[in-house]
T-cell receptor
Framework: GIQVEQSPPDLILQEGANSTLRCNFS?????LQWFHQNPWGQLINLFY???GTKQNGRLSATTVATERYSLLYISSSQTTDSGVYFC?????????FGTGTSLTVIP | KAGVTQTPRYLIKTRGQQVTLSCSPI?????VSWYQQTPGQGLQFLFE???????NKGNFPGRFSGRQFSNSRSEMNVSTLELGDSALYLC?????????????FGPGTRLLVL
């Protein structure tokens, strides 16, 4: 299967700081999504981004498919941004998840 | 539209028992995928169903099975439960077969095997 590596594994930020999360994948994919998992386990869609750049409020993402990586940018972080961020890629019908970046935003 | 729903939300079973989990996708979605999440193994793909057919299966033993009904609702069954089956089981749905579209996840079922 496809290997998905996320970095950093853990991140602690002061409220208001910016951060960049990275996702590297080992093979060509036809789907890439970023998710935020809240403390109750719910996975929330952030971006569907197999290529290109998208922005949604304080969050933005860029995927460079030819170089097999994606970046998630969080600006002006808030305590509610805390949780685990997952990158998931798919080829065909099967998704492969990274191990996640655990983000803690402290006030 | 209502989101993906999963029942039950919490479940406690003992070793050797079997369990059935249910997932109702977003209305109009035809693809349902199941995942197991554990602290040690992370999120792992179990299987995907599309229009009542299993399209893909992850690397899990035959004790894990599933099915999809004509209304796209899906169930997964785990027989002869083991302690290691304790996990959060997540279901996701999408309109088309999962590889090409955004997947939407349900809240999960937390299974504890004693």
């Amino acid at each position: 299967g496809i290997q998905v590596e996320q970095s950093p594994p853990d991140l602690i930020l002061q409220e208001g700081a910016n951060s960049t999360l990275r996702c590297n994948f080992s093979d060509s994919v036809n789907n890439l999504q970023w998710f935020h998992q809240n403390p109750w386990g719910q996975l929330i869609n952030l971006f569907y981004i197999p290529s290109g750049t998208k922005q949604n409020g304080r969050l933005s993402a860029t995927t460079v498919a030819t170089e097999r990586y994606s970046l998630l940018y969080i600006s002006s972080s808030q305590t509610t941004d805390s949780g685990v961020y997952f990158c998931a890629v798919a080829t065909g019908n099967q998704f492969y998840f990274g191990t996640g970046t655990s983000l803690t935003v402290i006030p | 539209k209502a989101g993906v729903t999963q029942t039950p939300r919490y479940l406690i079973k003992t070793r050797g028992q079997q369990v059935t989990l249910s997932c109702s996708p977003i209305s109009g979605h035809r693809s349902v995928s199941w995942y197991q999440q554990t602290p040690g193994q992370g999120l792992q793909f179990l299987f995907e169903y599309f229009s009542e057919t299993q399209r893909n299966k992850g690397n899990f033993p035959g004790r894990f099975s599933g099915r999809q009904f004509s209304n796209s609702r899906s169930e997964m069954n785990v027989s002869t439960l083991e302690l290691g089956d304790s996990a959060l089981y997540l279901c996701a749905s999408s309109y088309e077969t999962g590889g090409q579209e955004t997947q939407y996840f349900g809240p999960g079922t937390r299974l504890l095997v004693l």
